[in-house]
């Protein structure tokens, strides 16, 4: 794979995002005061500006066609049903009836851990984080309006168990992305994977338990409904099944919606209506912020900003552990400039082979590598979908979650002391041809 230097400048608009976004937080003291949306249209226009031997028609048509990319629009409709069935749940009671279940069967103090514990089932499950943020971060945001916990804590324990899964399942398409162009087995590369981060696992149940061990709920009804909980258990049951997520969701729209007519809790099919379109209309700015960083990092891309990221981390590799981190820092990179792991693998993927082929590193450690650490920064990024879609549920900012992203940055810490102490080790042939490269 031929790689070219490409062109640092092009990465302009990301500084320029960055720093409207976090930047005007800092000064202001309030992450809201800068809205989010025109910080990106700011930085798009920027974009667009850029690179001089292109007619402004082309880099529009460029912009266009990457705002308009089909996994983009998947990821739109998934918003704006997962605002509604958010909304038609609420308003039908399903939020209070499950926390006041959880509340009766869970110690107040194991409550996030018992999120994030099901967060990361459901994910490795169904393969997917955001169908796991979905179907789990109305549940959050009822148990933080219960109890004293923090809304920012409850959504970064659904996103931590979210991107365990995304990270581990074999149905994840970050995990199939990573095997496929790793050339390695699924089940091999999940073993080397799971032993990594396990320990991540572990370590950020223990932190949630200790931070929630004084938690007090203030329950405003006690007593649960068994049929208002049926829709999230109908979610969560067809997501499990491998039930697409659209169905899924607007099966779950129909459920809710169905039940709260029956007991009264919406008055007529017009109620229900209208909470269908306040749920939507609620992730209209998700919405529109997901189509305009795509089509920002489409031009970006054009203008050779990607490039210069993919030869900037492969320069200087002279050894098989070098080799491996700048898997990592490649991954990476690429991750924090599209917003996508998948496609940040998709990207890196063909250039980590080769690398990898070169320093005879296994291809179950370069796949792992991979998937770890664009789960690392997806999980972190505030402008990513999965931060954007537990935040939108929330109505709070995605950065008031970093503080408790604890999951993402642990995984990213067992990924970098894998790779520096050769964890785990593989079979001894193996490892034969890994010494004989390295003292080569």
Same mark, same amino acid.
């Given at each position: ?134 179907? /789990? !971060?109305?549940?959050? $945001?009822? %148990?933080?309006?219960?109890?004293? +916990?923090?809304? #920012?804590?409850?959504?970064?324990? &659904? ?77 969560i049951v067809a997501a /499990? !099944?491998?039930?697409? $997520?659209? %169905?899924?969701?607007?099966?779950? +729209?129909?459920? #809710?919606?169905?039940?709260?007519? &029956? ?24 919405a529109m912020l997901a ?106 900012s995605p950065l008031s ?40």
């Amino acid at each position: 794979m031929e790689l070219k230097k490409g062109n640092p400048f092009a990465l302009f608009p990301f500084v320029v995002f960055l720093v409207l976004f976090i930047g005007s937080g800092i000064v202001t003291g309030d992450f809201y005061q800068f809205p989010v949306i025109v910080a990106i249209i700011i930085a798009s226009a920027v974009a667009l500006m850029m690179n001089s031997k292109e007619k402004l028609s082309t880099k529009i048509e460029v912009f266009t066609k990457g705002a308009g990319n089909a996994n983009v629009m998947l990821m739109v409709v998934i918003f704006l049903l997962a605002g509604a069935f958010s909304q038609v749940a609420r308003g039908m009671g399903a939020v209070e009836s499950t926390v006041n279940l959880a509340l009766s069967v869970v110690p107040q103090n194991l409550l996030i851990v018992g999120v994030f514990i099901i967060a990361c089932f459901i994910s490795i499950s169904m393969g997917t984080s955001m169908g796991t943020i979905v179907a /789990l !971060a109305p549940i959050g $945001v009822g %148990i933080s309006e219960q109890t004293d +916990i923090s809304l #920012a804590l409850s959504m970064a324990a &659904i996103i931590g168990g979210a991107m365990f899964g995304d990270n581990l399942s074999f149905i994840s398409d970050t995990t199939i992305a990573a095997v496929r162009t790793q050339n390695t087995k699924m089940k091999d590369k999940f073993k080397v994977n799971f032993f990594i981060v396990l320990p991540a696992a572990i370590i950020t149940a223990v932190l949630f338990g200790v931070m929630t061990a004084g938690a007090e709920a203030t329950v405003t009804n006690e007593s649960f409904n068994i049929v208002k909980i049926l829709p999230y258990i109908g979610v969560i049951v067809a997501a /499990l !099944a491998g039930v697409n $997520v659209l %169905i899924v969701l607007s099966g779950g +729209i129909v459920f #809710a919606g169905a039940i709260g007519l &029956i007991d009264g809790s919406y008055e007529n099919g017009m109620a229900l209506i209208q909470a269908i379109g306040n749920g939507v209309m609620g992730m209209e700015d998700l919405a529109m912020l997901a189509i305009l960083i795509s089509g920002m990092v489409e031009v970006v891309k054009h203008n050779g900003g990607i490039d210069y990221l993919l030869h900037l981390v492969t320069r200087n590799v002279k050894s098989p552990k070098g080799a491996q981190l700048s898997m990592a820092g490649l991954v990476s990179l690429t991750n924090l400039s599209t917003a996508n792991n998948t496609i940040s693998i998709l990207i890196a993927g063909p250039l980590a082979k080769n690398i990898a082929d070169q320093y005879k590193v296994d291809p179950r450690k370069s796949a792992s590598i991979l998937d770890i650490f664009s789960c690392t920064f997806q999980g972190l990024i505030p402008y990513g979908a999965q931060m954007l879609a537990a935040a939108g549920v929330a109505s709070i900012s995605p950065l008031s979650i970093l503080q408790y992203s604890y999951y993402p940055i642990l995984i990213g810490v067992c990924g970098l002391l894998a790779i520096l102490f050769g964890f785990p080790r593989l079979n001894k042939q193996e490892e034969v041809h890994v010494e004989a490269k390295e003292v080569m």
